[in-house]
C-alpha cells in the first residue's frame, strides 16, 4: 500500500516538474531570439554561438551519474528546476552577449539534467506496462504547457518588457522548484543505481537508436523551421499558429501513443515513425507548396512523441541497476549530433538545401531497418 502511494507521488512530482520544465524551455524559446536581437543586440553569429553554448550541458549529461554519488535523484530533479528557473530570470537581468553566455549554460542545464533525472525516476518507479502511459501523460500535460505560456505571453507582451517577462517565468518556476526541493516522493527499497558511467555492448541498439533520434532532432530542429521561413515566406505568426497546432495535436494524441507501445510493442511504434519519416524527409526535399510544407513540419513534429518508444524499449532490456546511468549517457549520446551536425548540415545546405533533408531520409532507413531487431510483443511474453 505504501509503494503504491509512493509511486503515485513520484506521478504527480514529475509531472509538476515537467509542466515547470517545459514551460521554462518554451518562454525561453519564445523570447530569445527577440530578446538577443532587438535589446542586446546580437547578430546572426553571436545567436549561433548562444544555440551550440545551449547543447553542452545535454551532451555533458553522463555527469548526473556522478552528482548522483551526493545527492539523491529525486532532489537533483527538484534543484534543475531552480537552476532553469535561475537561467531565465537572470537573462532578463543580464542583458549582454557574455550574459547571455552565462544564463543560457545555466538554464540549459537545469533542462537537461531534468529531463535526464525524469526518464530515470520514469523507468524506476514504473513497469514496463506502465512507463509508456506515464511518459504519455508527461508529454500530454508537456504540450499544455506549452500552449498555456504561448497565449500567457502573447496577453502580456504588450505591458511588460523582454526582461520583465524572463524575471516573472524565472521566479514562478524556481518558486516550484523550491517547493519540489521539500517533497520526499521517494521510496525505500528501490534497487541501488550504479553511480558509474554504464557502457554495455548488449545496450547497443538502443545507443544506436538514441543517436539517430538526435541527429533527427536537429535536422528538423536547424532546417526545417529555417526552409519554411527562407523558401516559403512564413511569418513569426505562420509560425507560432503551426506550433500551436502542434501542440494541441500533441495533446490528444499521446496518451494514445503510451496505449499504443502497450498493446503493440515499440517495434511496430518506431517502425512507424521511421517510414514516416523517410516520407517527410523526402518531401522537405522537393515540396513546392507552402500549405504542404507547413502540414510537413507539423506531421514531423507529432512524431516527436514516438520517441518514447527507445526509452520503453531500453527499460525491457536493461539491468535495473544501470537505468540512472544509462539514461544519462543515452543523453549525452543523443546531443552528440547537436554538436556536428547543424554546422555539417549548414555547408550541405549551401551546396543543395535538400541535401540534409535527403540526408535525413537516408537515417532514417537505417533506423527503420535496425529497429526490427527489436523483439516483437509475442517473442518477449
Partial sequence: MIAVHKK???????IALTICSTAGLQCWRTLFDNFSVNVVGLDG????????VREIPGFLALL??????IIKEHRLAALSIIFLGLGIFFTGLLPSFTG??????????GFHYYETCNTSLTLQYFDTQTSPLVFAEQQKFAAAASILVGIIIFLIAPFL???????LFGCLIGICGIWALT???GKQGM????KKMVIKKKYWLYYFLTFMAGARRQIFMAFAVFLLVKKFGFSVQDITLLFLINNVIKFVINPMIGKFIVRFGERKLLSMEYLSLILIFIAYAFVESKMIAGLLYVLDHVFFSFAMGIKTYFQKIADPRDIAASAAVGFTINHI???????????????NYKIPFLAGAVFSFISLCLVQLIPTLEKKE
Avoid at 45 to 52: E, F, K, M, R, T
Avoid at 100 to 109: E, G, Y
Avoid at 191 to 194: A, D, L, T
Fill in 8 to 14: 503515485e507521488m513520484m506521478y504527480s512530482y514529475l
Fill in 45 to 52: 553569429y553571436h545567436v549561433g554561438i548562444l544555440q551550440s
Fill in 64 to 69: 548526473v551519474t556522478y552528482v548522483l554519488l
Fill in 100 to 109: 547571455l553566455i552565462i544564463t543560457t549554460m545555466v538554464m540549459s542545464f
Fill in 161 to 167: 518588457s523582454y526582461g520583465a517577462m524572463f524575471v
Fill in 183 to 185: 517533497k520526499n516522493p
Fill in 191 to 194: 534497487i541501488p543505481q550504479e
Fill in 337 to 351: 549530433a547537436a554538436v556536428i551536425l547543424p554546422v555539417i548540415g549548414g555547408f550541405l545546405w549551401m551546396v
